[in-house]
């Protein structure tokens, strides 16, 4: 009896794009994935999977500009949180309307943050707009979801990756994807056979694009505001100014955490296949940049599908 699969989509911001490309790579080696579970940026390419909507959430995030993203970015006086997070909400319920976590295609679970536990909460039950939107909130920046009396916030503070979620849905063999790992570019060079291993001479892979109807809400939402956005593109924008914005602040503050505390994890709880994409030049807010994440998560899965599926056979 073939082992079951689970896939582990971990935390990272825009670097979580590359866990479009590693799931293309598992279908074209027709690797059925049985249970998926994801933190943060993890738990939205989770979510569009496990609904067989992934086509929509590729054709949508490569036409992504800044002056499009900024046009989500609905800013609140920051008593909880910089953004309240409706714009966000409004266009993962667009389309994932009324869907509910327990009718997935494959069975799926979001992991967040109890504010007041303190603990990770797996969402896999109720409102699925509801579960990503609690997964994503990254403290300081959204504001907290709210569910049964209690604050919830990005799963990544507790449990970055989640392999032991996935594996006690019922995974028998887990891939974790780790977005965040510490192999810079200066690392690489000096470690060659780690490319050489990971990144194999072979075809690249071709994005797929079009224009999907959550592209078109975003077109919609810029030319409502496009009047207004101008203050917020000269705020948040990349330029050349080399010093970080607020966001860079806590973003990669959360990320230094998330990495030791993803490393600890491991230890406790090791996945079969780990996956270590190289993304350190990819910023965590730079939501723009799908093409080379896509890319580069799918060529990683690509170079280790062999150990995959000797794992399984």
């Known amino acids: 009896m073939p082992q079951t699969v689970g896939l582990a989509l971990g935390s990272g911001g825009a670097r979580g794009w590359a866990h479009i490309g590693v799931l293309r790579a598992l279908e074209e080696a027709d690797i059925k994935i049985d249970y998926v579970a994801g933190t943060s940026i993890g738990a939205v390419v989770g979510a569009f999977y496990a609904i067989g909507e992934l086509d929509a959430l590729e054709e949508f995030v490569y036409p992504l ?37 327990e009718d997935t295609l494959t069975p799926f679970c979001c992991v967040s943050t109890n504010l007041t536990t303190r603990q990770a909460v797996c969402l896999d039950s109720g409102s699925m707009v509801d579960a990503v939107r609690a997964s994503l909130s990254i403290p300081g920046i959204f504001t ?3 569910r049964e009396g209690s604050y919830l916030v990005d799963g990544g503070l507790v449990n ?15 891939i974790a994807v780790d977005l965040n790992n510490s192999l810079s ?7 060659p056979d780690v490319i050489s291993e990971s990144k194999p001479d072979q075809e690249e892979y071709q994005p797929r694009q079009g224009q999907t109807e959550m592209f078109a809400s975003v077109e919609r939402a810029y030319r409502t505001v496009q009047g207004t956005v101008q203050d917020k593109i000269d ?32 230890d406790l709880h090791p996945p079969d296949i780990l996956i270590e994409v190289d993304l350190q030049q990819i910023g965590i807010f730079d939501f723009h940049q799908a093409t080379p994440a896509v890319k580069a998560g799918y060529a990683q899965m690509k170079g280790q599908l062999e150990e995959l599926q000797q794992l399984l056979s």
């Open 160 to 174: 970055p990756i989640p392999i032991d979620v996935v594996r006690n849905m019922g995974a028998e063999v887990v």
């Open 65 to 101: 500009d800044w002056k499009k993203i900024v046009s989500f970015l609905d800013v609140v006086f920051p008593r909880q949180g910089l953004l309240d997070g409706d714009k966000v909400y409004s266009l993962l319920a667009e389309h994932l309307r009324e869907r509910q976590m």
């Open 235 to 266: 705020q948040w924008m990349p330029s050349d100014d080399p010093s970080p914005n607020i966001f860079d602040v806590i973003g990669n503050s959360i990320n230094v955490i998330e990495q030791g505390l993803a490393r600890s994890n491991m």
């Open 185 to 191: 570019h200066s690392e690489a060079e000096q470690n």
């Open 144 to 146: 907290p979801a709210q």
